[in-house]
């Protein structure tokens, strides 16, 4: 319930709901200050919060522009399964239609008095999106469920923040920076939202979120801790703060207990051309987690700490693409560090009795052994003597075109089940790289024709056919019913 502002909107669509203490705001027009969109917001210049807690949902917007900051949320949860059992609530549900013009919704603010408080929430900040065209911010935000004892086992309950789409439709604008998360089950969650910026901005400045855990030494799970999870979001950078002694996802201790393969840093899942730079990550299981198709991926000046295994792919049917870039000079490595601890035992790490091998380039100038990616039973590590000229704004795809698509385009990748499902998916996600990057198809080789061959072909396919109709016709896209469908998301 609001305290210190104990208003209710009388603009057209508005509703309010004192048993619940919900503001449902519906639909344009919907206004706090401005006619075109809706405004929780305290009064920064005389300490003034809104309070609302013990709801099954706090604010929830439709169909709006919004700014919201300087708001705590306490106890919001679903207190009575018996009415939605599989909906566990939230403190902030946005929610965008697929017709929606261009909207801005911001939830934070850039100044140190601006952050939204969400305190055993059991998830902070949801959004689901189907339009295009709009804008999301989610900056500076302080999170702490460690008090939080629900739900932690039915798919994304117990989260700080999540950003849905039904499928990966060009846009939207999302922003994911400086905000503190304490104790929750999932840390930041994306599902097919393409070039999600979360730790840094469209400056690319440096803008780390800060992700923690207090699970101990030896904690008992059997559903996923994630510190980030994205799935299908190509083109997402995931961007730390390169601080050692403050790393951006951590648990309080290390983990003593081996085999515990659901608590990871970062678990990427089908996300193509992600750039991973400068996290540190530290007392995590698995530090950062891979499945699926993530070609053109690639992980530049990250500090992996106090692992069992630092880099783990799935099984055979995940593909990463050699780490290293070759600007035509010669392969230059990316200057990863592993640090081991106690209960270490891979540095790199494929799921697989026969595992397919791929190459990682490291640096042997200053004969520092944190570089080497060994011991491993999947890369094929080779050193170089060169630096990593590279920095965390680094955004390059320069890559080993023959082993990292050359081998799509020639069926020579071993899936070892579903092969031809598999093949044609890595297809098509390449066929979309070169569709959005042509600097992957002209690289001044006698072989470009190989790969504009390949991007003809594709072109006058069902592939791109499906990809035009995905992207332009509404009946294409899956609707979403709140929170959101787990299953699909799943």
């Known amino acids: 319930m609001l305290k210190q502002h104990d208003y209710v909107p009388e603009n057209e669509g508005s509703v309010w709901t004192e048993n619940r203490g919900v503001s449902l705001l519906r639909k344009k027009g919907v206004s706090l200050d401005r006619r075109s969109g809706v405004s929780f917001t305290g009064i920064s210049s005389n300490g003034l919060i809104n309070y609302f807690s013990d709801a099954f949902n706090a604010i929830s917007i439709e169909d709006c522009n919004a700014t919201l900051y300087r708001n705590h949320f306490n106890n919001i949860y679903n207190y009575n399964s018996y009415y939605h059992a599989s909906n566990y609530g939230s403190a902030i549900s946005i929610k ?88 929750n089950r999932i840390g930041i969650h994306a599902a097919n939202v393409p070039n999600i910026l979360i730790g840094t901005d469209v400056m690319h400045d440096q803008l780390p979120n800060k992700i923690s855990f207090n699970l101990g030494s030896s904690p008992s799970m059997s559903f996923d801790y994630s510190g980030i999870w994205i799935k299908a979001c190509n083109d997402a950078f995931v961007w730390g703060g390169s601080d050692a002694l403050n790393p951006d996802i951590k648990n309080d201790q290390e983990i003593t207990t081996s085999g515990i393969s659901y608590f990871r840093g970062m678990d990427i899942e089908n996300s193509t051309g992600c750039m991973i730079n400068c996290n540190v990550i530290k007392n995590i299981p698995r530090s950062i987690y891979f499945t699926g198709d993530c070609n053109l ?183 979403l019913t709140p929170p959101f469908q787990h299953s699909f998301f799943a």
Do not use: H
């Open 96 to 183: 965008n239609s697929i017709n929606a013009s261009s909207l801005t919704v911001t939830v934070g603010g850039n100044s140190s008095n601006e952050p939204n408080i969400f305190v055993n929430t059991n998830i902070g900040v949801l959004i689901n999106n189907e339009s295009p065209n709009s804008s999301f911010y989610i900056i500076k935000n302080d999170f702490n469920n460690t008090s939080y004892d629900k739900g932690n086992t039915t798919n994304f309950q117990n989260t700080a923040i999540s950003v849905n789409q039904p499928l990966s439709i060009s846009g939207p604008f999302v922003t994911i920076t400086e905000n503190t998360i304490l104790n």
């Open 297 to 479: 991926s690639k992980l530049r000046l990250n500090r992996f700490e106090n692992y069992e295994n630092a880099i783990e792919l799935n099984d055979d049917q995940t593909v990463l693409p050699p780490q290293g870039d070759n600007p035509g000079t010669g392969y230059t490595p990316y200057d990863n560090k592993w640090v081991d601890g106690t209960n270490s035992i891979y540095r790199t790490f494929r799921n697989s009795a026969n595992p397919s091998p791929f190459d990682w380039y490291y640096d042997v100038t200053n004969a520092d052994p944190s570089l080497i990616p060994l011991p491993t039973n999947t890369v094929i590590a080779t050193d170089r003597p060169d630096n990593c000229n590279c920095y965390c704004n680094s955004s390059s795809r320069i890559t080993d075109r023959d082993n990292s698509m050359g081998k799509i385009i020639s069926d020579s990748i071993p899936f070892s089940t579903n092969a031809s499902e598999f093949s044609y998916q890595a297809k098509m996600n390449l066929f979309l790289a070169f569709k959005a990057d042509s600097t992957l198809l002209y690289q001044g080789s006698t072989n470009d024709s190989i790969y504009l061959n390949f991007f003809n072909t594709m072109k006058n396919s069902n592939m791109n056919q499906l990809d035009i109709s995905v992207k332009q016709t509404p009946s294409f896209r899956f609707k």
